[in-house]
């Protein structure tokens, strides 16, 4: 909802540059919650129940954090250039 009020907001130029950001960063935490979400389900669902293992967490973990960082990047690319 916030999302459709801060682009109806900006298409009508009344709100300045507070639309733009929270259209910009919003998805941000949506997209944390999502990959932790899946990273943790996913481990639950490979790991074996009362052994816990470092390297699984390290081989799922991993991954999702570097594709978070590449939507962090993707997201920000205009400010960096």
Do not use: E, H
């Amino acid at each position: 909802m916030s999302f459709f009020g801060a682009y109806v907001v900006l298409r009508k130029g009344a709100g300045g540059a507070w639309p733009a950001w929270w259209l910009q960063v919003a998805d941000l935490p949506f997209i944390a919650a999502a990959l932790l979400y899946a990273g943790i389900s996913f481990y639950v669902s490979v790991a074996t129940p009362g052994a816990p293992s470092r390297s699984l967490r390290l081989a799922v973990g991993l991954p999702l954090a570097c594709l978070f960082i590449m939507f962090v990047i993707i997201n920000f690319y205009p400010a960096f250039s």
